[in-house]
């Protein structure tokens, strides 16, 4: 049987395992997806005790995914967005000074629930709101996929720090992303195709990141918050006819992508899909 898991602290709110789970039951495969919740201090030998174990893969979840950069061999885009989200434990040799690889699906994520409503990014306009990890994901994603990204986050300074390392990692990537404070979207989301809200906004009150007056008809409308579903800024959007992608799609993206470089076989993502639904 192989084991796969998710190093958070909490996570007992996660979907990951009736998620994976869901995946295995379709496929047919004998694996578990286990939650581990180690202490802050200990994530570097939760990482190793994972291996020892013979785990074969691993989700890393807030707080750690910046952290978990010191016990993994980051790929290009995990090191270049500075997070890791999933561990691959299947390429090393099980030496002690061989680190297993470490991924950021969390961009795949993004790009993958534009693709499934066929969403274009090349050559558009893409308005990040947030600055925070899982705006650092949207921005690399959006930037690789050839959008001009504008990040506009409550402190200008941190949008200009991400823009600044987008622009280091990505070809054109300096010339095309911008950045500013929260007062910039009246002007930057007028003339954008696509938006992403990677803030919390939404999550805990019945409020919007957008002034709802920008929004439009051209639009497409990522909003990473996943609980409540439909947020204040899709329904304000889905009102001015714009397209709108949940946060589930996300979620349920970058878990796909980690299943598939888990398994190297295509993921059920509708069975997966399904499983994720059911709970929210
Ligand atoms: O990046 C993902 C992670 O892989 C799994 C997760 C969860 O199960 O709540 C959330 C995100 O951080």
């Known amino acids: 049987m192989d084991v796969f898991g998710l190093l958070g602290n909490p996570v007992g709110h996660s979907l990951s395992p009736p998620m994976h789970e869901a995946a295995y039951d379709e496929l047919g495969t004998d694996a578990r997806y286990v939650t581990f919740e180690p202490a802050p201090d200990d994530l570097g030998a939760a990482i190793e005790g994972a291996r020892a174990l013979g785990v074969a893969g691993l989700n890393v979840t807030i707080p750690f995914k910046q952290d978990a ?12 967005i500075g997070a890791v989200n999933t561990i691959d434990f299947s390429d090393g040799d099980d030496s002690a000074d061989d680190l297993p690889t470490g991924h950021n699906t969390d961009a795949a994520g993004v790009r993958r629930s534009f693709a499934h409503h066929d969403v274009t990014l090349a050559d558009r306009n893409a308005v990040v709101v947030g600055a925070g990890g899982a705006a650092r994901a949207a921005a690399f994603a959006l930037a690789d996929a050839g959008a001009a990204v504008h990040v506009a986050n409550r402190t200008a300074e941190r949008a200009e720090r991400l823009v600044a390392d987008v622009g280091r990692g990505t070809p054109d990537g300096a010339e095309r992303a ?4 929260l007062d910039t979207l009246e002007t930057r989301v007028p003339d954008a195709d696509v938006l992403v809200n990677a803030t919390s906004v939404g999550m805990e009150e019945d409020r919007s990141p957008v002034p709802s007056e920008t929004l439009h008809g051209d639009l497409a409308v990522l909003d990473a918050v996943y609980r409540p579903l439909d947020t204040r800024l899709l329904r304000e959007a889905r009102e001015r006819g714009a397209t709108t992608i949940d ?17 190297g076989r295509d993921a059920p993502v509708d069975a997966m899909n399904e499983a994720l639904r059911a709970r929210l």
């Open 69 to 80: 950069l010191a016990y993994v061999e980051p790929d290009d885009l995990a090191a270049r």
């Open 178 to 181: 911008t950045a500013g404070g």
């Open 247 to 263: 946060g589930a799609w996300m979620l349920l993206y970058q878990g796909v992508e980690a299943f598939e470089l888990w398994t």
